[in-house]
């Protein structure tokens, strides 16, 4: 497990950050760090609070099931090899999934979108079906994709405060992406990238 530092960088004022907010798809090869990255992390699925004892985030989630997990195909980013990341948001930490370098195998993934090869880091957030479908039945399909759009719009925000540049992306071949990440693609699929690279 790799431990994040504590997110307490303090960026631009908030309404700064929405007029910013832009996806940007050129990335300058330039490495980032692992505050920039925990910071990113922590905006998109952080512990911000605990009610009845429960940890609620930095993103809403229908009764706070939280069925979206976070991995993170990392292309350069310093003192953190390049591979596949899962993020453990009660610890704030990272498992590694498997290492080596994947830029190649995430851009054929994504239709062949350069920027997720060039991108210092992608998010890929995957939906463990489960876990809202008991208490929601039919209409838990769609608060899957909106919770992963409250979670992407975080990490937009968070990149244009941190000086990075990002886009999400929705255009990708879902089993490419599940076998990249290790997912099965039944009880968990991948929904949404979100690439993030330096300007
Ligand atoms: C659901 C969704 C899927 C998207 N998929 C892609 C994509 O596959 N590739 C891409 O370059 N941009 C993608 N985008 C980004 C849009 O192209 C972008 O938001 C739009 O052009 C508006 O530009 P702006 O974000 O800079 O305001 C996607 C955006 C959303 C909301």
Request: charged share 20%; no cysteine; hydrophobic share 40%.
């Given at each position: ?90 610890e704030h930490a990272l498992k590694l999934v498997k290492s080596g ?6 851009t054929s993934a994504g239709l062949h979108q350069k920027m997720l ?83």
């Open positions: 497990m790799i431990k994040l530092p504590e997110p307490k960088y303090v960026g631009m004022p908030f309404e700064d950050a929405i007029k910013k907010r832009r996806s940007v798809r050129n990335y300058l090869q330039k490495a980032l760090n692992i505050d920039q990255l925990s910071q990113l992390l922590f905006a998109a699925q952080g512990i911000t609070g605990k009610l009845f004892g429960q940890p609620l985030r930095s993103a809403p989630s229908a009764g706070a099931l939280y069925p979206i997990e976070i991995y993170l195909i990392v292309n350069n980013v310093t003192d953190l090899p390049p591979g596949i990341y899962h993020y453990i948001v009660i370098d994947f830029s190649g195998e995430i090869g060039k991108a210092n880091v992608v998010f890929a957030l995957s939906a463990v079906f489960d876990r809202t479908r008991r208490k929601y039945g039919g209409r838990s399909s769609r608060y899957l994709y909106i919770e992963a759009g409250h979670i992407s719009q975080n990490i937009y925000l968070q990149a244009v405060s941190l000086g990075l540049g990002s886009v999400s992306v929705g255009a990708f071949q879902d089993e490419k992406v599940n076998r990249l990440i290790g997912v099965d693609g039944k009880k968990e699929t991948v929904i949404y990238l979100h690439a993030v690279g330096a300007l």
